[in-house]
């Protein structure tokens, strides 16, 4: 074969087959591991990222119960808090009548016991009295004295 114009097209034909035989040879050896590595590894970081994700969501969603919780343990403290509050205060009043009925017991036995006191007291004096008027009267029958400064003189000498 003569080359027109100083082609040879069964080089061309051979050159074309060559280069298709390379490209063939690129495609399987590097360009098919490439490209399924770097599918692999964009599949791994989109699992990566999908999981991250359900973490945050789970977290986020774990966050918000034990704020429910908080909220409703605190709710439940104040609660027992009032409950207490409100058991003392009943318990106080209680006590405060209790001492009140006690106060009052003592008030009314010291009262009845003044007033026995003072019933004695007022009965042994108008004994006393008696007694001195007695002894005045003897003294100043006895004396011929005037009974009202006997009396007076007898009264004068018991102290």
Known sequence: MNPILGINFLQII???FNFSILGLGLYI???KPVVNFMDKRKAYYEDMDKKAKE???DAENLFKDHEEKLENFRKEKEDL???AEAQARKEADEIIAKAKKEEENILLKAKASADFEREKLIKEGKEEVKDLLVKAIEKSVNDDQD???AF???FGKED
Do not use: C, S, T, V
Request: aromatic content about 16%.
């Open 152 to 154: 007076i003189h007898a």
């Open 147 to 149: 009974p009202y400064d």
């Open 55 to 57: 973490n945050l969501k």
């Open 81 to 83: 808090k009032a409950e």
């Open 29 to 31: 050896l590097l360009y």
């Open 14 to 16: 051979y050159h074309i």
